[in-house]
């Protein structure tokens, strides 16, 4: 059965780091396009990274870019998050995501999503 199963959220001071992981189970992992999405409370689902099947291509929203990099362990069926500089409002509930459109960007063009983990930054 798919499943995608996030860990490494947590609190975290301002200026500190996270690293998020997804372990994915099922043997098309590396088929897929995957991404990591937030929710904060009382807002909707924000996008935050991708990365390609191939993990050649990555994109990341404006309010992470330079401070979160995405990759990929396709050997291991791993997705990460490194978070950097974080600042209170990325407090949020971050999900991984899977999709089989190469440069999938919007929630809905993901198919499968895992629980989520909650990252807290304080101020």
């Known amino acids: 059965q798919e499943q995608l199963v996030e860990s490494g959220g947590g609190l975290v001071q301002a200026g500190g780091s996270l690293r998020l992981s997804c372990a994915a189970s099922g043997r098309t992992f590396s088929s897929y396009t995957m991404g990591w999405f937030r929710q904060a409370p009382g807002k909707g689902r924000e996008f935050v990274a991708r990365i390609s099947w191939g993990g050649d291509n990555t994109y990341y929203s404006d309010s992470v870019k330079g401070r979160f990099t995405i990759s990929r362990d396709s050997a291991k069926n791993m997705l990460h998050l490194q978070m950097n500089s974080l600042k209170p409002e990325d407090t949020a509930v971050y999900y991984c995501?899977?999709?089989?459109?190469?440069?999938?960007?919007?929630?809905?063009?993901?198919?499968?999503w895992g629980q989520g983990t909650q990252v807290t930054v304080s101020s």
């Open positions: 995501a899977r999709s089989l459109i190469r440069f999938a960007v919007l929630d809905h063009e993901y198919d499968y």
